[in-house]
């Protein structure tokens, strides 16, 4: 592997090729010096990418990506000397790949920056990544998100996971637990909605035989079931709120005991929650607990709505139709595409895959058309509303800002944290303006 042309010090190719991950070495102007035998056994002879440059085989770039709007830690790394991480979107030989990206600067005998180590994990490579992989998109709100299950999947640490009905909350689950060291103990998803007491503590804790009429055996409840592994409580919002008190106690205690037992067990599960609710205006009216919401929002994780991620349209309706009809080729025509790219999506994925669902069986050929797609009322029910008399758009600065500020609430779902942060204002500011 060690080619005298790079100059690379024996030692550190040595290093370099006892490390089982793929690396390079990259020097300070972004040229591939050296690659490691992982790096070989994953991609072959390395040979074709020394002496270019790190941006041109990972991006097809021609200008290092940091100027390209990617975020980049080799700034940080330069002035600090500290490694740094980041998620990126990588050109692979086996096609476009997320890749989570460690840089390690390595300096010379005076202390003088001399190196880049750049560490690459294939999220693919991590375990089964099916749930993952349904969340396909290319956008920066996407990427943003991915790169924060990436973060938080090895830990421990509770994720809350907040967004809008449809926006793929149990795959981002799925995502959380494939990518964790419990990614081969069960994946256990709870359905919170809708729970009675008596079958919130039966499905969660399990009982005994004879606990209650028709209790006949005994019975594993789903927190003894996700042992070692993932509990994933969907729309825990939804808990009536007499009830989150046992699950706090169970979080916090980390045991439980069985409807009608007395032996107290050991729980052992990695907690993922959900929720398209507003918990700080639900803890505000009093109907969520404010000791459980700080139990479970260690690390939230917005997902973002179809809207925000527009451009991940395209790709995600190609990839529904080869999952909703195997046996056809079906394409989108430009004007399907453009129809889709208009709409709104109240619903989120769910509802684009109703409409593609829709026009596969409209559609008698290959090409899907605008006219496989719902009239244009439904396509266009989320358009700019008509525009105002000059009367009524003449308004005080304070009462415009007031009203601009309550429709950007309403389009975020109530969400007031994500808005403050899209406005850079704390929420004290916000709640002011707001009125």
Do not use: W
């Not at 494939?178 to 009675?196: E, I, K, Q």
């Not at 503590?201 to 079931?225: C, H, I, M, N």
């Not at 609710?277 to 479970?296: C, K, P, Q, S, V």
């Not at 179809?306 to 395209?314: K, M, N, T, V």
Request: proline share 6%; net charge neutral.
């Amino acid at each position: 592997m060690n080619d005298k042309k790079t100059l690379v010090p024996k030692e550190l190719q040595s290093f370099l090729d006892a490390l089982p991950e793929p690396r390079i070495l990259v020097d300070l102007d972004y040229r591939i010096l050296s690659a490691n035998t992982a790096y070989r056994h994953a991609f072959g002879n390395p040979r074709a990418i020394l002496g270019r440059t790190c941006y041109e085989i990972s991006h097809h770039y021609d200008k290092p990506c940091d100027q390209c709007g990617e975020s980049c830690p080799r700034q940080a790394a330069m002035k600090t000397h500290q490694p740094g991480r980041v998620l990126h979107l990588h050109h692979t030989p086996r096609g476009e790949e997320y890749v989570d990206v460690e840089l390690i600067p390595i300096l010379d005998a005076q202390g003088k920056l001399a190196y880049f180590v750049e560490t690459m994990r294939f999220l693919h490579e991590t375990g089964n990544l099916q749930g993952a992989l349904g969340m396909e998109g290319r956008s920066p709100a996407f990427t943003e998100m991915l790169a924060l299950i990436n973060r938080a999947a090895p830990a421990m640490t509770p994720v809350l996971l907040l967004g809008e009905s449809g926006t793929g909350k149990e795959l981002a689950a799925l995502a959380l637990h494939a990518l964790s060291s419990r990614r081969n103990r069960p994946f256990v998803p709870v359905d919170c909605s809708g729970m009675t007491e008596s079958l919130f503590e039966s499905e969660l804790f399990g009982y005994e035989k004879g606990a209650f009429t028709g209790a006949t055996q005994r019975k594993t409840g789903l927190v003894e079931a996700a042992a070692g592994g993932t509990l994933f409580l969907d729309e825990l919002g939804d808990i009536p709120l007499h009830l989150q008190v046992k699950l706090l106690r169970l979080l916090e205690s980390g045991t439980f005991r069985r409807v009608g037992g007395v032996e107290t067990l050991r729980a052992d599960f990695r907690l993922v929650a959900a929720t398209h609710r507003n918990l700080e205006e639900m803890m505000d009216a009093g109907t969520f607990r404010r000791d459980l919401y700080y139990r479970i929002a260690a690390f939230p994780i917005h997902l973002p709505a179809l809207r925000e991620r527009r451009e991940d349209i395209p790709l995600l309706a190609k990839s529904m139709l080869g999952r909703l009809a195997p046996g056809r080729p079906l394409h989108l025509t430009e004007s399907a595409v453009e129809q889709l790219m208009q709409y709104g999506y109240p619903g989120n994925v769910r509802e684009l895959r109703n409409l593609l669902e829709r026009a596969i069986l409209l559609s008698d050929g290959d090409a899907i058309d605008g006219r496989h797609l719902p009239p244009g009322p439904v396509l266009t029910r989320n358009a700019p509303a008509p525009a105002q008399t000059a009367e009524e758009e003449i308004l005080p600065l304070e009462e415009a800002g007031r009203r601009y500020v309550r429709r950007a609430l309403q389009q975020l779902g109530g969400d007031k944290r994500e808005l403050a942060r899209r406005l850079g204002m704390s929420q004290r500011t916000l709640y002011r303006k707001l009125g």
